[in-house]
């Protein structure tokens, strides 16, 4: 076993990890080092959307905002306000500090960032640059860590933390191009893994992205709202969310049956008019809803029966569904496709007005629009909820912090785009405070921390365990599935053996063992949301959830000259 030893330790290299470890060495915390599985893996270099979004603070036009109003909407009552307060005080600086990385943020002749409205908000706090907007910022911010002279270890799998009642003393891993144990012993790990994105089958995380939630519930960290997930249309040939523009060009919705046949499924339950509009009304709610479940997410419904029918659905944009009239849309849609350019007379020349490199982006992975339909399903797009931390981050344990979307800094309703904001202002809070607060220091042993695997046949208990998740924890929830799978998962846990590096599956069996100490709890939130519906935020350890109330919005001092006095202080200024 090789041994290493930092003071801290980053694990991921998505937008989030390659933040934290660039904080780190800019406030001279050179002890520390970037480990992953592959820094080429993950989801901010690897997925998007239509025009992948960022909600800040307004930085244009006369609407008027503030730090306050954007914290509120944050909020809602399962999210904590000290949370929020953080990611609408930092937005700005966080942002512009990727666009002088070089992040293309659009902005006007004057030099305004404009803004468009997103998901569960009124404002136009919205902006993006294009499809790829999180890889984008992937690519910025590795390229300034590697500047600042970052350590960035590759082929690293973290599968154990070791802690003690102290906090954090070090984490183990698989390398998995030498195939041999590493230990390193830290003092601070910043959790930077992503969503459990393997907790599901369907879903529109990319295939190098499975997320490692287990490691901090194992270690002792709570669950912070882990019933809390957001559901979509996406395409699953490529994977990719169609919302926005896919929308709101107004495709066609096909279903095929296993003998080929063809049929606008939206038409048996929906009247043109209604199909129509609710197709348009997507691309600004394109999260399921519950809400909205006999409005826009009606649609999510639909498309999910057809699939669990056995039928295989698509977006035709080659021409327009049975019974097109433009004058059936609603005034908001005629204006929105009028002031786009976009009033052509099928999908895919509106969807070109709309958003040109929407259909390139598909191209350049094998998929023309232009002539074949693209394959749908309801898929699992992000957790809203994650690991319990305060206004710096850091779990419950002492030296783990959690960063993006491993962190639970959301409830049910998260604005589309806040969760890149988050990546960026939960990692630079986590940098700050281990390099001015904390005073850890390394001192952990390897001594018993190989973890047990389970037995069997990894591949297939994965895709058995997906499956039934999509099947009976999604959009749609039933209480007895999830029993059932509750168990079989306890099950597959008890049947367990050695890990053992001559074992070709070794790296299926630990994402496995994983997946599955994941699935338990978020399992477990989920019964109990569903038995004990109610306000609050619903924390879970293990198999125990309950309700606390969220941390209010803190009262703050605005007074300049105590806030300058006390900034001195604590940075050390005087």
Not at 82 to 98: G, K, M, N, Y
């Amino acid at each position: 076993m090789r041994e290493m030893e930092f003071r801290t330790v980053v694990v991921g290299s998505g937008c989030a990890g390659f933040n934290a470890v660039d904080w780190l060495m800019m406030l001279g915390e050179e002890s520390c080092a970037l480990i992953t599985e592959d820094v080429n893996a993950g989801t901010s270099r690897n997925t998007g959307s239509d025009k992948q979004t960022y909600f800040k603070l307004s930085l244009s036009g006369d609407e008027g905002d503030s730090v306050g109003a954007l914290a509120r909407t944050l909020m809602g009552d399962d999210v904590n306000g000290d949370t929020a307060l953080c990611e609408a005080a930092s937005s700005v600086p966080c942002f512009l500090r990727l666009a002088a990385l070089g992040v293309p943020f659009p902005t006007n002749a004057f030099g305004e960032y404009v803004g468009y409205r997103t998901d569960h908000d009124s404002r136009l706090r919205a902006s993006s640059a294009g499809p790829l907007t999180s890889r984008f910022m992937t690519e910025a911010l590795e390229q300034s860590a590697r500047r600042h002279g970052a350590g960035i270890l590759d082929h690293l799998l973290a599968c154990r933390i070791a802690a003690d009642e102290a906090g954090v003393t070090g984490v183990m891993c698989l390398d998995t191009k030498q195939n041999e144990w590493v230990f390193i012993r830290c003092a601070h790990i910043v959790l930077c893994t992503g969503g459990p994105a393997h907790l599901y089958g369907d879903r529109v995380y990319p295939e190098s992205q499975h997320g490692m939630t287990g490691l901090a519930l194992e270690a002792g960290a709570e669950g912070a709202n882990l019933h809390c997930w957001q559901y979509g249309m996406a395409s699953v040939g490529f994977r990719w969310n169609v919302s926005g523009s896919f929308q709101q060009a107004i495709p066609r919705y096909v279903s095929v049956d296993r003998e080929g046949r063809e049929r606008e499924f939206l038409l048996d339950s929906l009247s043109v008019r209604d199909a129509l509009n609710l197709t348009f009304l997507k691309g600004y709610q394109w999260p399921y809803d519950e809400r909205k479940k006999n409005a826009s997410s009606r649609m999510d419904l639909l498309v999910k029966a057809e699939c669990d029918r056995g039928r295989r659905v698509y977006l035709d944009y080659r021409q327009n569904s049975a019974g097109w009239d433009a004058d059936l849309l609603s005034p908001e849609a005629r204006r929105y496709l009028a002031q786009c350019g976009a009033e052509q007379g099928t999908p895919i020349r509106r969807l070109r007005a709309i958003n040109a490199p929407a259909i390139a982006l598909y191209r350049d992975h094998g998929i023309d629009l232009e002539r074949e339909m693209l394959e749908i399903r309801v898929c699992a797009q992000h957790h809203n909820g994650g690991l319990a931390v305060d206004a710096d981050w850091q779990t419950g344990v002492p030296g783990m912090y959690a960063c993006g979307e491993a962190a639970g800094t959301f409830g049910r309703y998260r604005p589309g785009g806040s969760a890149l904001n988050s990546t960026q202002v939960g990692s630079m809070r986590a940098a700050q405070h281990i390099a001015r607060v904390s005073r850890r220091q390394p001192k952990g042993s390897a001594a018993g921390t190989l973890p047990a695997v389970p037995a069997g046949d990894a591949a297939a208990l994965t895709a058995f365990f997906q499956a039934a998740m999509s099947r009976c924890a999604g959009v749609d929830r039933d209480a007895d599935g999830m029993r059932r799978l509750l168990d079989q998962g306890r099950k597959a846990l008890e049947n367990t053996c050695p890990a053992d590096l001559a074992d070709p599956d070794l790296k299926e069996r630990l994402l496995l063992r994983d997946l599955l100490i994941t699935q338990q709890s978020v399992l477990s939130a989920m019964l109990y949301d569903l038995e004990q519906p109610g306000p609050g935020v619903l924390m879970t350890r293990g198999l125990a959830s309950r309700r606390q109330n969220a941390r209010p919005l803190p009262e703050r001092d605005l007074w300049f000259e105590r806030v300058w006095r006390a900034y001195r202080q604590t940075n050390g200024l005087e």
